[in-house]
Each structure stands twice: as C-alpha cells, then as structure tokens.
C-alpha cells in the first residue's frame, strides 16, 4: 500500500446474511476529491457494501479506515461521527413535514431545554440549500410541495449538513429527467472540487463516463476489478460486470406489425391528469408512450385498466367498446399492466415465487370455488425458466431475489396471465444489463407471436430499441408521433420537450 | 469487539459460491412452530401430573376450556390474515348471536340456532363492507361496531339476563331444554360436542384457506393489498368474505357459550377477542397479514389449553399463573421472531 492517505479505505471486507455470503473480502478505496463510481449487476453486493459503510450492520468483518483511521462502523451513528453521508435511492425524507424539519432532522437548533428556535433553523437551512443551488426554496414549505428533483437535492443538503467528508449516491438519479440530471452534474463537480469524496453508484454507463474519476466493479459479492474511467470503455465494464461479453442489444428486433388495431383510444380524458388523448395499438406492436416525468404516462396506464375514474373517451379493445370497473375486468379482457414499483405494487415480497407468479390467474384455474396451487407448478417452472429467474426455485420468498430477479418475477407474473396486451411501465428501471437483455428478449418474443405492447419508459435507448412507433405526451396532451425509422435518442428528447420536427401541435 | 476475522472459504466457481449453512434449529422451528412447544407442554404435564395427564377426562377439560376459543380463532385467522389485524367487535358478535338464539328459541331449536348464526353473516357483512368496501380502520371501526351493538342490546333488551325456558312458550320447552344440552352433550360419552364442533370448524377452515381461490387471494392481499388489487384481484370481495366467516364462527361460539352459562346478555363473550388473538399469534400467524396456517393456529390454541392445565396441575394460583403464562406466551413470540429472522424471513 503507498503512502497516501484515502479518505476511504476499505480492507478485506465481508458480509454475511443468512444463507449467502453477500460481500467477500472486498478492497474498496476512495480518495479525497474524487468521484469513485461503484458498478456491478443487483445482487452483486454494492447496495451491502454501502450499508455496511453506512453503519447498518454490525457483525462486519475486515477493517475500515476514514482519512487514514481507523473506525468501526456498527451504527449509523457511529457512521454520521466518522464523516459518512448516504443519499439513498428512495428518499428518505418525511414528506409532509416542512424543508427545514427534514434538513435539520435530530439536530434542530433548541431555544432553551423546551422550545426550538424555528429562526436560527430556518437560517441554518437556506446555507445548507444554497450549497446545493436551492436558495430560491422556502425551508418553510412541506416536502410534497416541491419537486422529485428538488427533493432529491434537498436529500443531498440534509447529508451535507453533518459535514460528511465522504457522500455515498445511490442511483440518484433515477427518478430525474436529463435536465435535472446535469443540475445535478454541476453539484456534484462543486461537491468535488471542496475535497470531499464521493461514491456513485449507477447502473447507466452513460453517467459513469461522464462524472466518475475511478470506477470499481463487483459481481457475486467479490471485487472484480478497480481502474480510472479513462482507461475503460462501456463494452469493456458490462463484460467485467457480467463476466462474459454481452452481444449488441437491439440488432434482432424486427418488426411485424399487422394492421389490425387492437386497442385504441379516443378522446380518452382524465381532468387533470390528460386530456384527449388518441393513439391506435396495432397487433404485434411495440408502442411507446414518452414524455418526461409527470406527463401522465402512469395515469393513462391507470385510466385504461380500469383502477381510476376517467372523465371522458372510449376506449375499444379488438373493436369492442368497454368501460373497466376494476382491474380484473381488465385482465379478463386480455389487458395487462406491469406497475412500475415493483417493490410496493408489483410483487408481494414475502411471499414465494410461486404465490407472485400466480396471482392474476387464480380465478382463471380454479373449478367453480376450488383452487389447487400446486397444479399450477409446471407453469411457474416454465415461466419462471423461460425468463431465467435465478435461483430458478418457485418457493423460495420474492424478498429474498436481487432486484432484476424481482424484475423477471414480475414479468414472468404477466407472462403467466398470458394477456395479450401489456402495458410496461418502466419495465426496466433499476435493473443490472444482464436482467435488462433477458426482459427486452421475452418482450420481443412476446410481441412476435401476435401479442401487443404499450412500453413507458424514460429509458431511452430502451424505447429505441424496442419501439416501433413513439407517441409524445406532454403535460397530458399528445403533442406529436415519431416512425420507427426516425427514432434517436436525441429526437424523442426534443419531441418530449416539445421542440424540434415531430411536434404537430403545441398543446 | 468483532476484530476477529472469520476465515471463509470461498473458493470456488460461478455456481452458488454464495450459499451457506442455516441454523438447523431454526429450520426446525420455523417449520414445526408451535407444535414443539405443545409436545413440550404434553410432556412437562405429563412429569407435574405424575402419568394422569392423558386420562379421557383430563384430556376432555383441556379440550372443553379451549373449545370456544378455537371456535372464535377459526375464523378470526381469516381477518388477521388479511392484513386487518384483530376484530375488536368479537364479544359483542358472541353475545349478539347467543342473544338473537334465545330470542327465536320458539322458532324451534334449529331456527334459533339459525337466527344466531345469521346474526354473525350480518355483523361479518357490515364489518367487510365498512373495511372491505370503505376502507375503514380494521381497528377502530370494529371497536366503533362492539360499542354500538352492546348499546343497542342493552337498549332493546333493558340490559337484561335473556334465559331460554323463560321466553319459549308451552310447546317450545323441548327447544330450550335442548339449547341448553347442546354444550353439555359428549358423543360416545367421552369427547364433548363443542370440542368436535371447534374440530370441524378448524378442518373446514383449513380446506377454506388451503383449497380455494379466496384463500389463495386473502394471502396476496393480507400480504400486499396495492399488489392484489394492480394483479386483478377483487379486494373488496375477498375481505368482505373473510369477516363474514369470521362473523358466522364467531356468532356460533357465542350460540355455544350462551347455552353453557344458560343464559343470554350483552356480556357475553367479553375477553374472547385478545384470548383468540393470543392463540393466532402463538400460532405463529402475522399480525400484518400473509403469514399463517391453520395448522398453527390450531396449535396455539392447543398450547393455550395445555399451559392453563399443567398450571393446574403444578397448583398455581391465579394471579401466579397470569405471571406465569405471560411469560411463556412472550417467550414463544419471541422464539417465532427470532427463528424467522435466523432465516432472512423477517
């Protein structure tokens, strides 16, 4: 070992959960002013290694040393004590209680023994905001009354304010749109340039390259391999991610629309949420519904299947005209919907492979009141298998997969109530490449044996690949279309922003 | 503190290289459950009794104290099942349905018990429809519903001791008479009719939970209700079924204890909905819905029995034996707690 100190330095490290070993004797360096981005597929033991440094455990083995000492790590408090700030993926902000509250959360500046000095807290905020280019915010007001964004960035104030010298970023940026993203960029770089050491975890190549100095990969709980960004290339990372070489993603996608429609939707209205919206679904078509975050995508999701109210339009389903009062009205009629939370609306966690699989298909096999789940086995196997969920065993809990195995559960869940229109809502979000290929494969394959998909995603290079034709939506109203053939990044960005030559008409 | 670096050995090849060794004991109790803990309590009754344990009438007070009770948990499993937690308004369903039985006692014997039972559907029914339907607070809604229905009985009858011969006419004593004996009938002489009652409740409701769409909906939804219902399951319904269930075992166990105490009152039944509780939970049953068998919960309301009897054996009082089984109930929730966390389960 040289010399120098690291704000971080990580020796031997490992972690063990019942049954798996989650994290085996991993090096892992940071130093100071420096973006250090951490990879690897789910499951592969990055989110453990963090918590680990955050203090959430305390049976960790090895050692670990902040700014050359060395500390222990058994509390979270102990972790707060020793410099380490954690921006979780989900918020961990209280969102009914005011900016000032949550920033100052546990420290809030007191008066006397009583009574709390709302002044000095509210002047103690706007710094910690202004450090994050929030200045214009009102401390005062509630977090739901601000933006995801802004709420994300206010999420990285409140860690600044323990004067962490090192920050951990967990995916932050999975629920903001470019825009926001480069805002975001600019905090960071600032962040950077103050010396403190930061940790980036991200599944988006993209965002490696563009802010990270170094980067460490993991998989299956080891290290894999640590080196500066500029001596890598993306091919190069999701090969040490993955262990083998990925083929290109999206070369063998060929499309075999007929013309028959077999959903389509007119004037379809929420108050609100959209308005008049109108698009026709083609039988084995991937249809793309894009806009930015907030456009209503999820609530015209909602609104087709059938689990909110709409105001107005028809919708026609193989020609016939139907009014859904609940989702099983919907499924009954071939219309599916894979939610985008997997974790609150997708999957039931503590339940087994199995029990997920089947939920939507226990009236569909049941003989008048009588339900045998056992006799539905072979087609979890088959689905299970045919979407290569690993452990491929249908009783082991949901809870207990890595993220893109919850991911494949959930698709294979829609596979097995064999709908034969599904609508995606981010089928993709937060998922390792390895799971990604092997969920946009079943959705290929799923479309070219006549099946139909309305595809939501802020994925980009996802609705490239997949789609074969892009409505826009913007602020609920659809502003234009884009062909496959016209399809970029780039076009469906502008298009969303509502600029640039497929824009038919401004709202 | 933990500088002590385990050695793991770990190499190996892609496959697995993750997997290791679970606590057996765990394993074991997590799957046998309660059930260790009530051959444990057999056998302690067994040494305290000195071998007069399992003698037919030992065995028939076990199974007599706990008949009700168990009556009232084959049903209330269905609620905490579901995700509602408990039914506060399991007392005054009893009453009610011992109640309405005496009262219709000259409809004859059946269509008293009937009237009883048909009491508990409507109470299930108002109950699912408010939490099912409304979306009520499990809790205080059901709390809400005893209240009122302990007013209105008290009202209706001027908070009076309702007996069987009194009301039923002339040609209707035989009824009474026979309304009464229900809870002091013993098939073959040995086993009474209220513990083969709660057996046939606890069988029926084990086919319910294990052999039918509704149970296999009930545990998506006690586990997750947003997953249920955005996987095309109709929520409404399936609660609304499981309190009527739970209604109609309820009304029948307070059908039995009215004719026990031979008579009929608004405090029938007081003090039934925490002993059913307590059983579900030493059963291993989740509080927060999902988790459960049948098969366990008729195992706490054994171990509920055997503990009581091995007191009784050993000569406790009764303020000792509250200590006593306060102890041991909070050791098994513990052992359940523990085993599932050994397990990633929890």
């Known amino acids: 070992m040289s010399n120098e100190v690291y704000a971080l330095d990580m020796q031997k490290v490992s972690k063990r959960f019942p049954g798996t070993l989650a994290v085996d004797q991993v090096d892992f360096r940071v130093k100071k002013g420096e973006v250090h981005a951490l990879m690897g597929e789910n499951g592969a033991g990055k989110s453990t290694l963090m918590k680990m440094l955050n203090g959430l455990f305390n049976d960790y083995t090895g050692d670990i040393y902040i700014n050359g000492e060395k500390k222990l790590l058994h509390s979270p408090s102990l972790a707060k004590e020793a410099g380490i700030g954690m921006v979780y993926q989900e918020l961990s902000l209280a969102r009914r209680i005011s900016i000032y509250e949550n920033l100052l959360v546990g420290r809030l500046p007191k008066k006397n023994a009583l009574f709390i000095d709302k002044k000095k807290a509210i002047e103690e905020s706007k710094k910690l905001l202004a450090r994050v280019g929030l200045d214009y915010i009102d401390p005062t007001k509630d977090i739901s009354e601000i933006s995801q964004c802004e709420a994300q960035l206010v999420e990285i104030a409140k860690v600044l304010g323990f004067n962490p010298s090192i920050i951990v970023m967990d995916e932050p940026t999975s629920a903001l749109s470019s825009e926001e993203v480069n805002r975001l960029y600019g905090i960071i770089r600032q962040l950077k340039a103050e010396g403190l050491a930061i940790v980036y975890i991200s599944h988006h190549l993209a965002e490696i390259f563009e802010i990270a100095d170094n980067v460490t990969v993991m998989r299956d709980g080891k290290l894999v391999g640590s080196l500066p960004v500029t001596e890598t290339n993306p091919d190069h990372l999701v090969e040490m991610m993955v262990g083998t070489p990925v083929q290109n993603f999206y070369k063998d996608h060929e499309t075999k629309i007929q013309d028959e429609v077999v959903l389509s939707a007119h004037d379809f209205t929420r108050w609100g949420f959209f308005h008049h919206v109108d698009f026709e679904l083609h039988k084995g078509e991937v249809l793309a519904i894009c806009g930015l975050a907030g456009a209503g995508r999820t609530e015209i999701a909602r609104g087709l299947i059938g689990v909110d109210k709409t105001d107005g339009g028809t919708v026609k389903i193989h020609g016939k005209e139907v009014h859904f009062k609940n989702f099983g009205e919907a499924i009954a009629n071939g219309l599916g919907y894979l939610t985008e939370d997997r974790k609150v609306v997708g999957l039931a966690l503590n339940q087994t492979v199995a029990d997920n699989v089947t939920t939507c298909i226990i009236d569909k096999y049941s003989k008048g009141i009588l339900f045998k789940p056992s006799s539905l086995n072979n087609l979890v196997d088959e689905k299970i298998n045919e979407m290569s969920v690993y452990p491929a065993d249908r009783n082991r809990l949901v809870g207990s997969f890595s993220g893109g195995n919850q991911q494949k559960v959930l698709m294979a869940k829609w596979l097995a109530s064999e709908v034969d229109i599904l609508i995606l809502d981010e089928p993709t979000r937060g998922v390792d490449v390895n799971a990604k290929q092997v969920i946009h494969n079943v959705v290929k394959n799923y479309v070219s044996k006549g099946n139909s998909v309305i595809l939501l995603s802020s994925d980009l290079p996802e609705v490239v690949g997949l789609a074969d034709r892009a409505v826009i939506l913007r602020e609920g109203h659809i502003i234009g279309e884009i062909q496959k053939k016209d399809m970029t990044e780039n076009s469906i960005l502008m298009a969303a922003n509502g600029e640039g030559e497929f824009v038919k008409c401004q709202k | ?346």
């Open chain 2, 1 to 346: 503190m933990s500088e002590v670096k385990k050695n793991e050995n770990t190499t190996a090849p892609k496959v697995d290289t993750r997997k290791m060794e679970i606590n057996k004991f765990s394993l074991l109790f997590n799957k046998m459950g309660i059930w260790i803990i009530v051959i444990a309590l057999m056998i302690l009754g067994m040494i305290v009794s000195k071998g007069q344990f399992f003698t037919s009438s030992n065995i028939q007070s076990i199974l007599e104290a706990v008949a009700l009770t168990g009556m009232v948990c084959s049903g209330l499993f269905y609620v905490t099942y579901s995700g509602n937690m408990t039914d506060m308004s399991v007392p005054i369903t009893m009453a009610f349905g011992g109640v309405m039985a005496i009262q219709c006692i000259n409809f004859g014997f059946i269509g008293a018990i009937l009237a009883g039972v048909l009491t508990g559907v409507v109470i299930g029914l108002i109950n699912g429809f408010m939490i099912g339907k409304m979306r009520a607070n499990a809790i205080i809604w059901t709390l809400a519903l005893n209240l009122l229905l302990s007013g209105v009985i008290r009202v209706v009858w001027q908070g009076k001791m309702l007996y069987a011969e009194k009301i039923a006419d002339e040609a209707h004593q035989n009824s009474a008479n026979l309304f009464y004996s229900i809870s002091r009938t013993y098939i073959g002489g040995i086993i009474s009719l209220m513990a083969i009652v709660m057996l046939v409740m606890f069988v029926i409701s084990w086919l319910i939970l294990t052999q039918t769409g509704f149970g296999q909906k009930l545990k998506i939804i006690g586990t997750n209700y947003e997953v249920a219902r955005f996987s095309g399951i109709d929520c409404t319904k399936q609660i609304i079924t499981a309190y009527v269930i739970n209604g109609v075992c309820s009304s029948i166990a307070g059908i039995f204890y009215a004719a026990l105490r031979k008579c009929a009152s608004y405090e029938n039944g007081t003090g039934y909905d925490f002993d059913a509780l307590t059983a579900i939970l030493l059963g291993g049953v989740a509080l927060t819905g999902g988790k459960g068998s049948m098969v366990g919960t008729f195992g706490g309301v054994l171990a509920y029995g055997l503990l009581n009897n091995c007191l009784s054996w050993i000569g406790l009082g009764t303020y000792t034996k509250y200590l006593v089984q306060g102890i041991v109930f909070l050791f098994i929730v513990w052992m359940n707690t523990y085993s599932n966390r050994k397990l990633g389960k929890a």
